[in-house]
């Protein structure tokens, strides 16, 4: 069956970059569906940040578009996350999804999550 | 795009039945059938429950349910067990290939 595992470091200094990467198995993300990024906040609810299609389109949730980037490398079956100019209040876990749209629309499966902390 | 409004908690006792709202508007939950609902355990990543509004998908007891009327979705769940209390999710479709969550309701089996 499907699987997403998401990778990337566990803290990054305010005003940089945070890039991570979801390897995904049982599934060639150039075969079809959406691919995404949601995040969660300690504490909080959960965030849609953006997702891609398996052709490469993007769509990014509009207070965090000027600042992120999706990406896929299909020779490796996975797809990135980059957001810039990081600040504390980016300090959440990360998930990655497939997304399951064309006349619906939900995510399936998630990954485990990983936590990414913006400290110095 | 602003979060979709979900009430902070609910309470039920085993056996009972509870319901969870979601309320959006005309551009997300109102317009279109495409709202699904995630269960999150502490520490552990969403799970879908429901999708475009009452489906369930494989797996999922059928004492979980979906329904929606104008630009409030519910979901329901009848029969309450202790496994069952978590935070849970509703997630709507908003045009243009966006989406927005919900802020999330705490589930407490009492």
């Known amino acids: 069956q499907v699987q997403l595992q998401e990778s990337g470091p566990g803290l990054v200094k305010p005003s940089e970059t945070l890039s991570l990467t979801c390897a995904v198995s049982g599934y060639s993300i150039s075969s079809g569906y959406y691919w995404g990024w949601i995040r969660q906040p300690p504490g909080k609810g959960l965030e849609w940040i953006g997702s891609m299609s398996h052709s490469g389109s993007t769509y990014y949730n509009p207070s965090l578009k000027s600042r992120v980037t999706i990406s896929v490398d299909t020779s490796k079956n996975q797809f990135s996350l980059k957001l810039r100019s990081v600040t504390a209040a980016d300090t959440a876990v990360y998930y990655c999804?497939?997304?399951?749209?064309?006349?619906?629309?939900?995510?399936?499966?998630w990954g485990q999550g990983t936590l990414v902390t913006v400290s110095s | 795009q602003s979060a979709l409004t979900q009430p902070r908690s609910v309470s039920g006792s085993p056996g009972q039945s509870v319901t969870i709202s979601c309320t959006g508007s005309?551009?997300?939950?109102?317009?279109?059938?495409?709202v699904s609902w995630y269960q999150q355990h502490p520490g552990k990543a969403p799970k879908l429950m429901i999708y475009d509004v009452s489906k369930r998908p494989s797996g999922v007891p059928d004492r979980f349910s979906g329904s929606k009327s104008g630009n409030t979705a519910s979901l329901t769940i009848s029969g309450l067990q202790a496994e069952d209390e978590a935070d849970y999710y509703c997630?709507?479709?908003?045009?243009?290939?966006?989406?927005?969550f919900g802020g999330g309701t705490n589930l407490t089996v009492l």
């Open positions: 999804a497939r997304r399951v749209v064309v006349a619906t629309d939900w995510f399936d499966p």
């Open positions: 997630c709507s479709y908003a045009g243009s290939n966006l989406v927005v």
């Open positions: 005309s551009s997300d939950v109102g317009g279109y059938n495409y």
